[in-house]
T-cell receptor
Framework: DSGVTQTPKHLITATGQRVTLRCSPR?????VYWYQQSLDQGLQFLIQ???????AKGNILERFSAQQFPDLHSELNLSSLELGDSALYFC???????????FGDGTRLSIL | AQTVTQSQPEMSVQEAETVTLSCTYD???????LFWYKQPPSRQMILVIR??????QNATENRFSVNFQKAAKSFSLKISDSQLGDTAMYFC????????????FGGGTRLMVKP
């Protein structure tokens, strides 16, 4: 058990819809990272938050947004969903930038 | 931009034998960290081993060890006494100590351990 909790585990929805993925980091970790794992793109970094502030952005689409709340949990919002957004979305957390990132079990998003 | 390359899409090894997974990376940074993550069929991402670039000594974690060649930008993973539970995708990943600290992953190597 990594200590990082992601909900839900599975999500099935239709094109054009909006979903929210939730992540609770390990106790004491201030950094939260979101990654997308798809068959064609592999594992890609989306966005990082540190203690409530956006720290870095990767290849995140404008239709996607995220935030980190005062209790340090984070949410990734995906809107106007397309078939190509089907993927496994991971959240990871770390205490410092040079420390290993520990991953949650992921949310599998299927767009029908 | 940093890139990580894993040139072996698939590998197999007999149980109890030793296997080495290759990884090369490209960066202009001098201060960085390298990782190997394991993703079994359950799809979890599990940290296997970590190497700091400023340390010349190769990292070791039980049956897992690395061969870190900084000048060659090479970071291979050796699994000794392979076990059936080692069957998984293995990802090499890179992070450097910039403002973002995001992981850059290689494409992965699928390892099958055969009984």
């Amino acid at each position: 058990d990594s200590g990082v909790t992601q909900t839900p585990k599975h999500l099935i929805t239709a094109t054009g819809q909006r979903v929210t993925l939730r992540c609770s980091p390990r106790s004491g970790d201030l950094s939260v990272y979101w990654y997308q794992q798809s068959l064609d793109q592999g594992l890609q970094f989306l966005i990082q938050y540190y203690n409530g502030e956006e720290r870095a952005k990767g290849n995140i689409l404008e239709r996607f947004s995220a935030q980190q709340f005062p209790d340090l949990h984070s949410e990734l919002n995906l809107s106007s969903l397309e078939l190509g957004d089907s993927a496994l979305y991971f959240c990871a957390s770390s205490s410092r930038g040079d420390q290993p990132q520990h991953f949650g079990d992921g949310t599998r998003l299927s767009i029908l | 931009a940093q890139t990580v390359t894993q040139s072996q899409p698939e590998m197999s090894v007999q149980e109890a034998e030793t296997v080495t997974l290759s990884c090369t990376y490209d960066t202009s940074e001098s201060n960085y960290y390298l990782f190997w993550y394991k993703q079994p069929p359950s799809r979890q991402m599990i940290l296997v081993i970590r190497q700091e670039a400023y340390k010349q000594q190769n990292a070791t974690e039980n049956r897992f060890s690395v061969n870190f060649q900084k000048a060659a930008k090479s970071f291979s993973l050796k699994i000794s006494d392979s076990q059936l539970g080692d069957t998984a995708m293995y990802f090499c990943a890179f992070i450097h100590n910039n403002a973002g600290n995001m992981l850059t992953f290689g494409g992965g190597t699928r390892l099958m351990v055969k009984p």
